[in-house]
């Protein structure tokens, strides 16, 4: 039996603001913090022994990671950073104030660009490949993704590209571990995350859009030999 335990990372700073933050590096907030620490106090709580973490190349994930882990006392743990954890890819949408977004697009159609599963948001253009414009940059001039074939860098993501995003490193990466009987834990985003419960769970494309991850608060999930869900787990600070 293994376990898998998912982050959604403590606030961020444009959490706080209401801005669309997407693959933007923003930092983690006070809050955010707090909050970070918190999951890795309810993890040494639990006692639960990881073997293996996994983030994404994003700040805010990888610091809540590493704040829930020093709580926990298991800063030694092998990492691994991928960018297919990024957070889904919000395109033009980037750096707007949501409820600004809001009344410029409407409430139904900025409502749909971000709880639909298959609508995508407006795109970056070219211009915004080569114009940095407040949150906009295109990926591929951003050193951290210098090894990420051009062609795979989004110009904007829905829950269903960001699903397939993270499938292969699922596949690759972390079905491997658990079924090696590893305990592992991710520290991601929600998004990124999300994506990954609908297809531990194998839950529809409807119902998935009502699922929500709360920042801090440990998933915890057992499985058998043949990655088969016995049991999951919300962590609170009541557990």
């Known amino acids: 039996m293994a376990k898998l335990v998912l982050i959604r ?6 959490n706080a603001l209401n801005l669309f933050n997407g693959w933007v590096d923003t930092k983690l907030s006070d809050k955010g913090i707090a909050q970070a620490k918190a999951a890795g106090e309810m993890l040494a709580k639990e006692g639960i022994e990881f073997d293996q973490a996994y983030t994404s190349v994003l700040t805010r994930a990888i610091t809540t990671l590493h704040y829930a882990l020093e709580e926990a006392g298991q800063m030694f743990i092998p990492e691994t950073k991928s960018w297919r954890l990024n957070e889904r890819h919000y395109g033009a949408l980037q750096g707007l104030n949501k409820a600004d977004a809001a009344a410029k697009y409407g ?15 407006p795109l970056l253009t070219e211009q915004t490949k080569t114009v940095e414009v407040l949150g906009k940059t295109y990926p591929a001039f951003d050193r951290r993704y210098a090894d990420v074939p051009e062609g795979q860098l989004p110009f904007g993501e829905n829950l ?6 993270v499938l292969p490193f699922w596949e690759t990466n972390i079905s491997k571990d658990l079924a090696a009987g590893k305990n592992v834990v991710i520290a991601a985003h929600g998004n990124s995350l999300r994506a990954l419960v609908k297809h531990i769970e194998n ?3 409807d119902d998935i859009l009502g699922v929500e991850i709360a920042n801090g608060q440990p998933l915890v999930y057992d499985f058998d030999q043949d990655l088969k869900v016995l049991s999951k787990d919300v962590l609170t600070s009541e557990n």
Do not use: A, C, F
């Not at 990372?9 to 444009?14: I, M, V």
């Not at 409430?107 to 948001?121: A, G, I, K, M, T």
């Not at 269903?160 to 995003?165: A, C, F, P, S």
């Open 9 to 14: 990372h403590g606030q961020s700073e444009w």
């Open 107 to 121: 409430d139904e159609q900025v409502h749909q660009w971000r709880r639909s599963y298959d609508v995508l948001p």
């Open 160 to 165: 269903k590209v960001t699903l397939e995003r």
């Open 203 to 205: 839950i529809s494309d």
